[in-house]
């Protein structure tokens, strides 16, 4: 495969990352984010800065654009991202930090539903608005590249770690969809449906639904940070564009489509929807927005389950018998005594 497709593949894959997480609170515990974009770009941020910073101390400097802003010392918040080992733990645990205080000072107001959507994207907005103005400190607007630091002596642009960065993040994709499937298991995954199917009932069974909810929001976090960190060094630039209210929202819809609670379809839905807006947008430039809106609508309107769900479930089997391709289930099933002999009820 060349370089430029296992390279968008490797975006995509990164972003079923950020997917994964937006399913476990959205298709397990019921809880709809439009704000993660914000522990997207977090992630993004820690591991460009590292970049940045292992580039120039080969050459004794500071980052190119602190020299353009006049900046003659390095921010203190950068200093600690001179180290590899604080980055790989800065990356995930930033995020899902954030994402903990944040939920935690909502969830313990019983703040759900819509008004949980709307607060989350007013934090992105601020997010968006605050890195945006930082030109002396991150460079602001114009964000931070990555395609031309050096990484264990590579450009990380080069084709060589493109590809080593594509294995990477096929690795990251599994582990990740192994630890979800592990978090939404045996009684912690009962306790999350139960909050989402009836939060009051759980609270009435003695179960506290704030820690719940915390610790699934933290996660998600954690996850959408190591999804924009994999994104970032694959795309070759940070910049607040990441915490976009579209983007974030983009982020719902792979999940919608894919299949809300079914894991893998969050994984599908991310990587064929992304791969499909880069073939569709080759040929037809202006036409994606009126596709993408038109998945939306037909997963609202006729496959509320997602495309995987719908598969899964009884509308399947039903569109096959209309096709002559099953058999139609009987009112009142029949139950088979050794093969041979029928009741019907």
């Known amino acids: 495969m060349p370089v430029f497709r296992l390279n968008l593949l ?13 399913d476990l609170i959205w298709g397990f515990t019921g809880i709809l984010s439009l704000g993660q974009g914000v522990f997207f770009a977090l992630g993004g941020y820690a591991v460009a800065m590292f970049l940045q910073l292992n580039t120039s101390a080969a050459a004794g400097m ?10 003659s010392s390095l921010p203190f918040f950068w200093e600690p991202f001179r180290s590899p080992v604080f980055t790989l733990i800065a990356l995930w645990l930033v995020p899902a930090l954030v994402a903990a205080v944040l939920g935690y000072l909502v969830f313990r107001n019983r703040i759900k539903g819509v008004y949980f959507s709307i607060l989350t994207q007013a934090a992105l907005l601020v997010f968006f608005n605050f890195f945006n103005g930082q030109q002396k400190l991150i460079n602001g607007t114009n964000g931070l590249p990555t395609d031309t630091t050096v990484l264990f002596g590579q450009l990380v642009g080069s084709e060589s770690m493109q590809r080593a960065l594509f294995w990477i993040t096929g690795v990251l994709v599994i582990l990740s969809w ?10 912690f995954g009962d306790v999350l449906i139960a909050i989402r199917d009836d939060e009051p009932r759980i609270r ?12 699934v929001f933290s996660i998600a976090g954690a996850l959408a940070g190591i999804s924009g960190a994999l994104f970032t060094v694959q795309s070759g630039i ?3 564009q990441y915490m976009s209210v579209p983007f974030s929202i983009e982020m719902v819809i792979w999940v919608a489509v894919g299949g809300r609670g079914t894991l893998l379809g969050a994984i599908l839905g991310a990587v064929v929807i992304n791969y499909g807006k880069s073939l569709v947008s080759e040929a037809l430039p202006q036409s994606w927005l009126f596709i993408q809106g038109a998945l939306f609508i037909l997963v609202v309107t006729a496959l509320p389950q997602g495309v995987l769900g719908w598969f899964f479930a009884e509308e399947f089997r039903n569109l096959l018998v209309r096709c002559g391709l099953a058999r139609p289930l009987a009112t009142y099933p029949s139950l088979e005594l050794d093969g ?3 009741i019907k009820l």
């Open 238 to 240: 940070v910049t607040p």
């Open 10 to 22: 490797g975006r995509f894959l990164s972003l079923a990352i950020a997917a994964l997480g937006i």
């Open 204 to 215: 009435f069974t003695g179960f506290n639904p704030v820690m719940f909810k915390t610790i």
């Open 178 to 187: 192994f630890f979800v499937r592990w978090v939404v298991r045996d009684r």
């Open 62 to 71: 500071l980052p190119e654009f602190f020299r353009l802003y006049g900046v």
């Open 340 to 342: 041979q002999e029928e």
